[in-house]
């Protein structure tokens, strides 16, 4: 079955840098785009940032220019390059198929405050 499993959240401090790491299965992985979605308490998920497998990225505007979508068709995964972080970025992060997929991971937590 489809399965995600996202690492490399934490805590860091406001202007700091995180790279987020999701390891997908179950699937034809460089068959789809792919992305990477948050959810922060009590607000409904978002797609931050999507990739198509030719390379063509797409983000929010809420982290344009600051956050960076990356895959590896060899290894089946995403990644989530973080810089310049913000309050505002604190969420659990997932990755998912763009549209998603039913089955999601666990996520993983983003932390930003001093």
């Known amino acids: 079955q489809v399965r995600f499993v996202e690492s490399g959240g934490g805590l860091v401090q406001p202007g700091g840098s995180l790279r987020l790491s999701c390891a997908a299965s179950g699937m034809i992985f460089n068959s789809y785009v792919m992305g990477w979605y948050r959810q922060a308490p009590g607000k409904q998920r978002e797609l931050v940032a999507s990739?198509?497998?030719?390379?063509?990225?797409n983000y929010a505007d809420s982290v344009k220019g600051r956050f960076t979508i990356s895959r590896d068709n060899a290894k089946n995964t995403v990644y989530l390059q973080m810089n310049s972080l913000k309050p505002e970025d604190t969420a659990v992060y997932y990755c998912n198929r763009v549209p998603s997929h039913p089955s999601w991971g666990q996520g993983t937590q983003v932390s930003v405050a001093s």
């Open positions: 990739l198509y497998s030719v390379g063509t990225t």
